[in-house]
């Protein structure tokens, strides 16, 4: 194996980690980070049309899934204890992560060309989404649902949907309904329980939606990319909202806030750079 191939391997595994990352922290869109590292198209097309070469696909999904398990469970530990006793800084990482991806979104969306119409597109979904996602977070009456077969069941097949659109984070859809924190826990203590059923809503209904999103790409894909940005601007406003609540940014933290801010972009646009030069 030449070295080339030896750092594809290693970039798609590097890949697959920060996707992960999706599965532990809430705003960040895993689908979002597929699209900017160059995987979303080939990941939709291999579950919509799985036998299509198969064998081919498996083995180049091999180091992404494998990075993907990775940083659920490197990063699991590490980052609840610093969410715990440092989440705003860190979080504040993750608004720069976010809004690092733009310039390639951006890119990304004017392959096939873009009118007025589109940055309308853009800017309704962004007013429309923004809000909602500030007024679900801030609810009481999302978080109520207590984790069993059939609501791990609803969860995997929601979250089958969600996983496919850029912009939305699974994570953060789990938060809202009260299931993260258990999902989180059944994944730590392999709780088979909780995770077969889920696994299995997740496998079930990834076809069908595979298939719609698919369908979109071919039809609607300029439209369909903006609406995507306009998401993933209003999850930063969603991180960003939820980073600010109860801080008071008149002390000395404020500088770590803005220094994370500053290394979350630098490294999601690098990770954006480094996927453009040398491909999926």
Known sequence: MDKNRIFDWLLRLIKGGVMGMDFVLP????????????????????????????????????????????????????????????MTPVLWFFVGA??????????????KGRKPLHIGMLAGTFALAAPLFIIMAGSESFGNLQVNTWTAFGAGAMVAFVAFIPGFSSSTFLVMLGLYRDLIDSCKALELSVLIPFGLGL?????????????????????????????????????AFKASEGYNYLQIGTAACAVTFVVGGIFSYWMCSVSKKYGA
């Open 27 to 86: 705003g960040i869109s895993g689908a979002a980070l597929a699209v900017v590292f160059g995987l979303y198209e080939r990941i939709v097309r291999f579950i919509a049309h799985i036998t299509t070469d198969f064998v081919k696909n498996v083995f180049f999904f091999i180091p992404v899934g494998c990075g993907v398990l990775t940083g659920i469970y490197i990063v699991s530990h590490p980052m609840s204890f610093l969410l715990e006793n440092y």
């Open 98 to 111: 976010i809004l690092g991806t733009m310039p390639d979104l951006w890119r990304k969306s004017a392959e």
């Open 203 to 239: 496998l079930i209904f990834a076809f069908p939606f595979s298939r719609l999103i698919e369908l979109m790409l071919k039809r609607v894909f300029t439209g369909f990319f903006h609406i995507i940005i306009g998401f993933v601007l209003a999850s930063a406003v969603l991180v």
